[in-house]
Structure formats: structure tokens, C-alpha cells
């Protein structure tokens, strides 16, 4: 396993992050536990979670997925100790005590109320990293630092980070962190893939400059970067509300990748991950398996994409022209 740091921190996480999204849906307990084993076997140390995680629609329940990771911890052995977890606040947690309160948002009060909320479940007296799930417009950011610092100057956290954000949104949170001796976000997480490449322009550019790692969800383009469009899919994949309603234009493109992919002898999973991979300004690229079979995105370590390959995915899926040198002077 490749391990870097995570911006200007001095800690180092693995290039690929376990993502728990599917534990509790898609996954059950006992196949949840069996994929965190396997990760850390494999040397991944990095795992992500959110509060609201367990639930989608109507469909189960909101915090679920951190619960059995805190099972899994509670099982010993050293599993909570190799793991730099992360862990989300914002959403609604569907919870009738927080009344009007109940929405999406940051306030000093959600945020002691949720975060002290996921260290039950996740049975344990701290995290490694929280993210601002979204950004949040009405609080101030004097009001969210301070939230944050009690369970900073606590031990209950050590890092925050922002999700979701815009690149003008993480200057906001850097510039007040610095005015007030404060550190500020180490890390974004945000979408980025060949089929999503306008992060190039701005979010990822901000990010290397200020210091901050960059995390990546959704490598697959919700699965459509995964070759299902070739097989059978099941119900309870992402790609399944895809299936046989792509456009011409982009299964022609699709197409296309699966082509270089077959020269390459890899899958599209593989070389889309190892694409992301490539770019410097990426720390991680958060895996979310179903099954532990799918742990096998490890492999898109393995191998490096030759120039003539990555010049054919631009041709295929083009990225974004940097603004004239004079206009970014």
C-alpha cells in the first residue's frame, strides 16, 4: 500500500480510503466486517464515514453505518488504533429531540450535539479528521472554529475538514483559520473523475496551494466508469438506475475507455482510480466495496498509465483550458 501525507500535516494515510457508505444497506454486518478486516490487511489505513450513513430515502437508518463500525472496533485487536477515521456532520439526522433544529446545517449546537452523538455509535472517545459535511451559510465562522476547538482542545478531534465546498468557500474557512491563529481545514473532500473534470479549473488548484490533501468519492462516476454498462447489472448497485438509459453520446465514450482499458489488460475500474491517482494534487480516492471481493480496487496501484493512454482519455473525455497566462496574473 502507497501511503502519503494528507496536505501540510505530518499524517500519512493510504492512497486508497475505505468508504463505508454501503454498510448497513447494500452490506450487511457481518460482510462489513469481514471488508475492514481485509482493508487493513491490506494496509489501508484510512476509513470514511458520515453520520447520516445507514439511511437512504426511507430505507433504513441514519448513523447505522457508524454503529457497526464501532461494533467492529469494540472487537479489539488494534482495529480502532491503525485506523484514521473520518467522519461527517451536517445532515439530518432525523432525530425528534433536535426539533427545528432538525435540518441540514452547522451550528455550534449540531455540531456538539451530532459529533458527541457519533463517538457513541462509533465507540470511541475521538476522530481523526470531521468534515463539514456542506458548506454552511448562516453560521459565522467564529462560531463554527469554536465548536470545533472544545473538541479539539478536548482530544475528541484532531483535525477538520470541509466537504463538498466550493474553491471560494475553503478560501473563506483557510483565511479566517489564519486570521485567527487557528488551523483550518487539512483536507477536501470532493467529486472528481473523467466524466466530472471541472475540479481541474479551481477546487484542486486552491487546494495544492493552500495545503490542503484532497480526498476523492465517487471514482466511478456513480459506476458508470465501471464497465457495468457491458454486464448484468444488480439492483443494488449505483449503476443500476443507468442501465440501458445512457445517452448515444456518452456510451460512445464509454466505449471508447473500455477499449484503452482492454489494451491495457486492466479493468475500467482499475484505470479510472489509477487516472485520478496520476493527478498531484490528489492524496486519496475513497473505494466504497459492497463486498470484500471488491477490495480488489487495491490493484489500481499496481500499474502506470503510459503517456499515449492518458493523451487518448483527454481526447476522450476532455478536460478544462487553463485561462490565458494574463488573466491569471
Given at each position: 500500500?502507497?501511503?502519503?501525507?494528507?496536505?501540510?500535516?505530518?499524517?500519512?494515510?493510504?492512497?486508497?480510503?475505505?468508504?463505508?457508505?454501503?454498510?448497513?444497506?447494500?452490506?450487511?454486518?457481518?460482510?462489513?466486517?469481514?471488508?475492514?478486516?481485509?482493508?487493513?490487511?491490506?494496509?489501508?489505513?484510512?476509513?470514511?464515514?458520515?453520520?447520516?450513513?445507514?439511511?437512504?430515502?426511507?430505507?433504513?437508518?441514519?448513523?447505522?453505518?457508524?454503529?457497526?463500525?464501532?461494533?467492529?472496533?469494540?472487537?479489539?485487536g488494534g482495529?480502532?488504533?491503525?485506523?484514521?477515521?473520518?467522519?461527517?456532520?451536517?445532515?439530518?439526522?432525523?432525530?425528534?429531540?433536535?426539533?427545528?433544529?432538525?435540518?441540514?446545517?452547522?451550528?455550534?449546537?449540531?455540531?456538539?450535539?451530532?459529533?458527541?452523538?457519533?463517538?457513541?455509535?462509533?465507540?470511541?472517545?475521538?476522530?481523526?479528521?470531521?468534515?463539514?459535511?456542506?458548506?454552511?451559510?448562516?453560521?459565522?465562522?467564529?462560531?463554527?472554529?469554536?465548536?470545533?476547538?472544545?473538541?479539539?482542545?478536548?482530544?475528541?478531534?484532531?483535525?477538520?475538514?470541509?466537504?463538498?465546498?466550493?474553491?471560494?468557500?475553503?478560501?473563506?474557512?483557510?483565511?479566517?483559520?489564519?486570521?485567527?491563529?487557528?488551523?483550518?481545514?487539512?483536507?477536501?473532500?470532493?467529486?472528481?473523475?473523467?466524466?466530472?473534470?471541472?475540479?481541474?479549473?479551481?477546487?484542486?488548484?486552491?487546494?495544492?496551494?493552500?495545503?490542503?490533501?484532497?480526498?476523492?468519492?465517487?471514482?466511478?462516476?456513480?459506476?458508470?466508469?465501471?464497465?457495468?454498462?457491458?454486464?448484468?447489472?444488480?439492483?443494488?448497485?449505483?449503476?443500476?438506475?443507468f442501465d440501458?438509459k445512457l445517452?448515444?453520446?456518452?456510451?460512445?465514450?464509454?466505449?471508447?475507455?473500455?477499449?484503452?482499458?482492454?489494451?491495457?489488460?486492466?479493468?475500467?475500474?482499475?484505470?479510472?482510480?489509477?487516472?485520478?491517482?496520476?493527478?498531484?494534487?490528489?492524496?486519496?480516492?475513497?473505494?466504497?466495496?459492497?463486498?470484500?471481493?471488491?477490495?480488489?480496487?487495491?490493484?489500481?496501484?499496481?500499474?502506470?498509465?503510459?503517456?499515449?493512454?492518458?493523451?487518448?482519455?483527454?481526447?476522450?473525455?476532455?478536460?478544462?483550458?487553463?485561462?490565458?497566462?494574463?488573466?491569471?496574473?
Amino acid at each position: 500500500m502507497e501511503y502519503t501525507y494528507l496536505g501540510a500535516t505530518g499524517l500519512k494515510v493510504s492512497r486508497l480510503c475505505l468508504g463505508t457508505m454501503n454498510f448497513g444497506l447494500n452490506t450487511d454486518e457481518k460482510e462489513a466486517f469481514r471488508i475492514m478486516d481485509a482493508a487493513l490487511d491490506a494496509g489501508i489505513n484510512f476509513f470514511d464515514t458520515a453520520n447520516m450513513y445507514g439511511s437512504r430515502g426511507s430505507v433504513g437508518r441514519a448513523g447505522l453505518t457508524e454503529e457497526i463500525i464501532g461494533r467492529w472496533f469494540k472487537q479489539g485487536g488494534g482495529r480502532r488504533e491503525k485506523v484514521v477515521l473520518a467522519t461527517k456532520v451536517f445532515a439530518d439526522m432525523h432525530d425528534e429531540n433536535d426539533g427545528p433544529n432538525g435540518g441540514g446545517g452547522l451550528s455550534a449546537y449540531k455540531i456538539r450535539r451530532h459529533l458527541e452523538a457519533s463517538l457513541k455509535r462509533l465507540q470511541t472517545d475521538h476522530v481523526e479528521i470531521c468534515y463539514m459535511h456542506e458548506f454552511e451559510p448562516h453560521a459565522p465562522w467564529e462560531e463554527l472554529y469554536g465548536a470545533f476547538d472544545v473538541f479539539k482542545n478536548a482530544g475528541k478531534l484532531d483535525y477538520i475538514g470541509c466537504s463538498n465546498f466550493a474553491a471560494r468557500q475553503i478560501c473563506y474557512a483557510h483565511s479566517y483559520a489564519q486570521t485567527t491563529n487557528r488551523l483550518g481545514p487539512v483536507v477536501s473532500q470532493h467529486r472528481y473523475n473523467l466524466l466530472s473534470r471541472l475540479p481541474e479549473i479551481e477546487l484542486n488548484p486552491t487546494c495544492q496551494e493552500l495545503g490542503l490533501g484532497v480526498v476523492i468519492f465517487s471514482p466511478l462516476g456513480m459506476g458508470k466508469l465501471s464497465g457495468s454498462y457491458r454486464k448484468t447489472i444488480s439492483e443494488n448497485q449505483r449503476s443500476h438506475k443507468f442501465d440501458g438509459k445512457l445517452e448515444p453520446e456518452l456510451l460512445a465514450k464509454l466505449q471508447g475507455f473500455s477499449e484503452i482499458c482492454d489494451r491495457l489488460g486492466e479493468s475500467e475500474a482499475h484505470v479510472a482510480v489509477n487516472w485520478i491517482l496520476s493527478n498531484p494534487a490528489v492524496t486519496s480516492v475513497i473505494m466504497g466495496p459492497r463486498t470484500v471481493e471488491q477490495l480488489d480496487t487495491i490493484h489500481a496501484l499496481d500499474f502506470t498509465i503510459p503517456e499515449e493512454c492518458m493523451r487518448e482519455l483527454d481526447a476522450i473525455f476532455p478536460g478544462y483550458d487553463p485561462a490565458p497566462g494574463v488573466y491569471r496574473r
